[in-house]
């Protein structure tokens, strides 16, 4: 085992609320209650940069503030380019839209039938039920709706939500996705993920959460007695940094998957952060160590005020071309643009593909070796001397 993924580096603990008892701590409702909204609560606890202060001050216009206990926990004070800080407290950047960005950069209201559905791939739906968070991510591609700072006024609307995906028979999976879906009820959950088995059409119902990052005290063994009852329920958590990997988030994926729930992890590239190939290897690594297999990693949407967040597509690339080969392929997520406009996911690749003739294609491995696999028979091996191979094919 790296010295970096020794058992003690897995633990947070309660910090600066060394004095809260253990029951309220682990309560997920005592964090939620005394979460940090407000600029005068986050002076209490860290020394503010001249940028963060007024980020703090403007974020009711844009998307509000609000950090759980557990997860400020895991910020360095002394370190204004701290990777979690980054994610979290609001910078007065965000007020800066450059021509690029957009409200709503994927373009999810014109696909929107009804309140709270996204319809934009014909057998699967998204389903808004929410749009509040635990804490809220200053990248959130939603940023127009979550915490109705902009007055977007966004109200799920459950029972419609329903009767939309019982009349529409193509639909076979359903996302519960907000806000977040784990800040509902355990009732309403249970109410919520009866009702979508019941109905025939829908093979597949998956939940997106950053609850088990910012609120891992939610997940109890009644909700997961919940999503054993209704399985199989597959979720897809949101880690960016190996730092949020934490005792507490391993034990939570844990309880998560001996409930039967896998689990995948959705990274957003994000500048400072993780745009970094050594970091992105520690994360994914303890990503598999916690029974999460790394599923996607985002380029940042374009949404108003994210630009400096935002890496450049390139570095993107060269941390998958620096993972694939080098580690196990368990560990190396798909590197996804969400098209701006509403054209959905499109995968980026690193280029590993020389040429394709009639007769083959010619490949370069991760060691930067050529080969080549025959499309219409022969053999398959090494080309150590691709230029005069091309020749030979050519002539």
Request: proline share 6%.
């Amino acid at each position: 085992m790296h010295p970096e993924d020794n058992e003690e580096k897995w633990f947070s603990g309660k910090g600066l609320w060394s004095d809260v008892d253990e029951e309220d701590w682990n309560n997920w409702g005592w964090q939620l209650r005394n979460r940090i909204t407000s600029l005068s609560q986050l002076e209490e606890y860290i020394e503010l940069t001249d940028e963060e202060r007024e980020g703090c001050r403007l974020s009711n216009s844009k998307l509000s503030m609000a950090i759980t206990p557990y997860f400020f926990n895991l910020i360095d004070p002394k370190n204004a380019d701290c990777p979690i800080r980054l994610q979290v407290i609001p910078r007065v950047e965000e007020m800066t839209t450059s021509q690029e960005e957009l409200l709503d950069p994927v373009g999810e209201d014109e696909h929107s039938p009804v309140a709270g559905i996204v319809h934009r791939y014909p057998d699967r739906v998204l389903f808004l039920v929410t749009d509040r968070c635990a804490s809220y991510c200053r990248y959130c591609t939603r940023s127009r709706m979550v915490s109705n700072a902009q007055d977007y006024n966004f109200h799920p609307a459950l029972e419609d939500g329903l009767a939309y995906i019982e009349q529409n028979g193509r639909i076979r999976d359903v996302l519960l996705s907000g806000g977040d879906p784990l800040l509902l009820s355990d009732r309403k959950l249970d109410y919520l993920l009866d009702r979508l088995r019941k109905i025939p059409h829908v093979e597949f119902v998956r939940i997106g959460s950053r609850i088990p990052v910012f609120l891992p005290q939610r997940i109890t063994l009644e909700l997961s007695e919940i999503f054993r009852k209704h399985g199989p329920i597959w979720m897809s958590i949101h880690v960016n940094h190996p730092k949020e990997c934490t005792a507490e988030l391993k034990r939570a994926c844990e309880q998560l998957t001996f409930s039967g729930v896998p689990l995948g992890n959705q990274s957003v590239l994000l500048r400072g952060v993780n745009d970094d190939l050594k970091v992105m290897k520690s994360l994914v690594h303890r990503l598999l160590m916690m029974r999460v297999r790394p599923y996607y990693l985002y380029q940042c949407d374009l949404i108003t005020g994210s630009s400096h967040l935002r890496s450049n597509i390139s570095t993107g690339l060269d941390i998958i071309r620096g993972l694939r080969g080098h580690t196990t392929g368990y560990a190396v997520p798909q590197f996804v643009i969400d098209a701006p406009g509403g054209g959905g996911k499109v995968p980026i690749n690193p280029d590993y593909v020389e040429q394709i003739s009639e007769n083959e294609i010619i490949l370069k491995n991760f060691q930067g070796k050529t080969y080549r696999y025959p499309l219409l028979g022969g053999t398959i091996g090494h080309v150590p001397n691709i230029d005069g191979f091309r020749d030979k094919i050519l002539t």
